[in-house]
């Protein structure tokens, strides 16, 4: 929303002087910025746990779908990049190339990609071609006997080039994982929050009907202060509560992070920042798009 934005530094410095404690001390900060945010959620995402960064939230996604499902493997997207954590290095292309390779539980799909993937703007039923290739791994991981936790995913993949996967290709996947009794990860850190215009949340580009299992949350909810997000179901919650090990964070969801959630949640409202992101967004393209008849050195405008 902005460097330094005075509603922000404002909700920031107020709450400061009132009270900064760790979460063991119950706040209403929490319950109402937890609610805030359901409000933009579909309805089933309605159990929320609050981090201090992105990569926080991604390893708890981890360990929510490994305890639900009872399974270790997960499947990624080829050049994802997830965070900094050894758990997300490991299931991060961009990152475990570059350094002790791709561990046996990981399994990497190609990205959905109809501009420059294996599945193009020419063919036939690229979606179905691409949740396929998911489909495949999940069974050639069967055979080799081991079971998928989650299809861990960003909505937008960005490190791999702002892919804008085809629409159903999500849906299409996450009935694969389903039926191979694993979860859905959508992973917003880096599009969440109406910076995609047309939606608040970048995996609802690909239709009303499809809700992920666990969505994390990121950079732009405390605009550049740390706090972060995992939204999930009730089921995968209980299943998580069910170990008798409780998830803890000393300063996820301390009074000051969530009055400053509330606070950017305020922001984007009021200025229509999300109307704002589609309106300039489509003008960028259009001329980017008028650009690319000119010039044939442009592939593809995103």
Request: glycine content about 8%.
């Amino acid at each position: 929303v902005g460097h330094c934005h005075p509603d922000i530094v404002k909700a920031a410095h107020e709450q400061n002087q009132l009270l900064n404690t760790n979460s063991r001390y119950l706040h209403d900060n929490l319950v109402d910025y937890a609610e805030r945010l359901s409000k933009t959620l579909p309805e089933k995402l309605c159990i929320f746990y609050f981090l201090n960064s992105g990569s926080e939230a991604n390893d708890l996604a981890l360990r929510l779908a490994r305890q639900y499902t009872k399974h270790e493997d997960v499947i990624v997207l080829d050049h994802a990049y997830h965070g900094h954590l050894t758990s997300l290095i490991d299931i991060s292309p961009y990152k475990f190339r570059n350094l002790e390779g791709q561990k046996e539980w990981v399994h990497v799909a190609p990205v959905p990609d109809t501009y420059r993937g294996l599945y193009r703007e020419d063919h036939e039923d690229s979606v179905t071609a691409y949740a396929n290739e998911v489909k495949n791994i999940i069974e050639q991981a069967h055979e080799r006997g081991r079971k998928i936790a989650a299809f861990f995913v960003e909505s937008l993949p960005s490190v791999g080039g702002q892919i804008i996967p085809p629409a159903g290709y999500f849906q299409k996947v996450a009935e694969h994982m389903h039926k191979a009794g694993g979860v859905f990860i959508a992973d917003e850190i880096q599009v969440g929050f109406g910076r995609v215009g047309k939606h608040f949340w970048a995996f609802q580009l690909q239709g009303e009907d499809f809700i992920p299992d666990i969505v994390t949350m990121g950079k732009p909810i405390g605009n550049g202060h740390p706090i972060a997000c995992v939204a999930t179901t009730k089921e995968i919650a209980e299943a998580f509560a069910a170990t008798g090990v409780e998830y803890f964070n000393t300063f996820g969801g301390n009074p000051v992070s969530c009055a400053i959630g509330l606070a950017v949640l305020d922001v984007i409202e009021k200025e229509h920042l999300q109307a704002h992101a589609t309106e300039v967004g489509n003008f960028l393209m259009k001329l980017l798009k008028e650009q690319q008849i000119k010039h044939p050195i442009i592939g593809d405008v995103r």
